[in-house]
């Protein structure tokens, strides 16, 4: 298998007949071997029997997982990269925005350029301004300037990946707009690349997924800046900064130690003394919270083969598996 195409999907059923249409049409002239497969992510209308129903097509190699409940959809494009079997693993949207006719040339374009990762850029996006194209903008430039993987475009789903690298990396969360800075921890910056590609405005429903809230975002990468530079040693993080109250507390309870025995002053009500103890306490906290997150670190790293979602069903033209 030289290629799997992964969509996740939800609440899609106007989307999923044309949408596996279109792979087609874009795949006919691919000479290797490829696979579809379609992830649905707890959809509570008429999704999956439609999926399932393009089963057993002629030239069609297509699987369709099915999630026991909704569990978003880095956990569904986790797991769609967890059952695909292709060398290489293209990802994309379930809702036509994306054009599957583009992944033939950014799988040439990866080879090329011998990346680990090919990300699309939806240059001419078709979205409204204010609602996506603004929020994505802002969001785009933000994390590329604290992950230091420069991208035009980090929302696009449509992606190129090595299955080798792609699937050393455990997403999690709604970390799917991050995908690049986490295999930037497994890879060189340097072979991650971008590629323009086609975008078409949504024909049917509404988003279901997407940068809707700022706010989230800005959490999100608050923890993807932390995983990318201490997920081995937290310690290092929280233990720097109770280290720096420490010695900012020690100082002031120095300074006010000198001013009550040996000047003779007062200090019991001073404002100074109480931040003094309660940086010392802060300290204190931050240390101890450094040494605990160790432990945690060192037990994940012992049992990491938990994951974000649960199967119920895969079903394809050859068998049905729970």
């Known amino acids: 298998m030289e290629l799997s195409l992964v969509v996740p999907i939800f609440n899609e059923e106007e989307s999923v007949g044309p949408l596996i249409a279109r792979v087609e049409e874009a795949m006919a002239g691919y000479r290797n071997r490829w696979e579809l497969i379609l992830v649905d992510d707890g959809s509570t209308d008429a999704t999956l029997s439609q999926a399932r129903a393009a089963i057993g097509k002629a030239g069609l190699d297509l699987h369709v997982v099915a999630l026991q409940r909704n569990f978003g959809q880095t956990a569904a494009m986790q797991a769609g990269i967890t059952q695909a079997r292709g060398r290489l693993i293209a990802t994309l949207d379930g809702d036509l925005q994306n054009d599957p006719r583009d992944i033939p040339a950014m799988v040439s374009e990866l080879e090329r350029r011998e990346l680990d990762l090919l990300v699309g850029w939806r240059k001419n996006r078709q979205d409204g301004l204010l609602l996506r194209k603004v929020p994505s903008w802002i969001a785009n430039r933000l994390i590329g300037r604290i992950t230091g993987v420069r991208l035009h475009d980090y929302g696009c789903s449509l992606k190129i990946y090595r299955a080798s690298v792609i699937k050393q990396v455990k997403l ?28 078409h405005a ?109 199967v119920r069903e895969v079903y394809s033209g050859e068998q049905s598996n729970a």
């Open 172 to 199: 999690m969360g709604e970390m799917h707009r991050f995908i690049p800075a986490w295999v930037a921890g497994v890879v060189p910056s340097s072979r991650i690349g971008e590629m323009p590609v086609t975008h």
């Open 202 to 310: 949504r024909q049917h429903g509404v988003s279901k997924y997407g940068i809707s809230r700022t706010f989230r975002v800005i959490l999100d990468l608050l923890s993807v800046m932390f995983f990318m530079r201490f997920k081995a040693r937290p310690g290092h993080f929280f233990g720097s900064l109770g280290l720096g109250l420490g010695a900012f507390s020690g100082l002031i309870l120095a300074y006010l130690f000198v001013d009550k025995f040996i000047l003779g002053n007062d200090i019991g009500t001073r404002p100074l003394f109480l931040i003094g103890v309660m940086l010392f306490l802060s300290a204190v906290q931050l240390i101890t919270t450094g040494i605990l997150a160790e432990m945690l670190a060192r037990t994940y790293y012992r049992d990491d083969s938990s994951v974000s979602y649960i």
